[in-house]
């Protein structure tokens, strides 16, 4: 079984920066791809950034230079560094353990980038 755990989301305001941190229960988490995703109200859940196993990242073009995926294999976590937000980041995000032939999402935690 696989337990995503997440937090660090909040409320921001434009230009502001937030660290997002996904805990995973799972053996071995080293070995597995992981990533970010989004949701905004009325809107398809959205790649942000994904990291492998072996921390190769890739971003969403809309993110690119301003959030910085990363992971702590010995603490069992994923992090998302955002920075420089913008109210259209606004959004529940998501964590994402990708196994063989399954994915595994926490349940989100809201970010709102307002003034």
């Known amino acids: 079984q696989v337990q995503l755990v997440e937090s660090g989301g909040g409320l921001v305001p434009p230009g502001g920066s937030l660290r997002l941190s996904c805990l995973a229960s799972?053996?071995?988490?080293?070995?597995?791809?992981m990533a970010w995703y989004r949701q905004a109200p009325g809107k398809q859940r959205e790649l942000v950034a994904a990291?492998?196993?072996?921390?190769?990242?890739n971003y969403a073009d809309s993110v690119k230079g301003r959030f910085t995926i990363s992971r702590d294999n010995a603490k069992s976590t994923l992090y998302l560094q955002m920075n420089s937000l913008k109210p259209e980041d606004t959004a529940v995000y998501y964590c994402?353990?990708?196994?063989?032939?399954?994915?595994?999402w926490g349940q989100g935690t809201q970010v709102t980038v307002s003034s």
């Open positions: 990291i492998d196993s072996g921390s190769t990242t």
């Open positions: 994402n353990l990708r196994a063989t032939f399954s994915y595994y």
């Open positions: 799972i053996k071995n988490f080293n070995i597995y791809p």
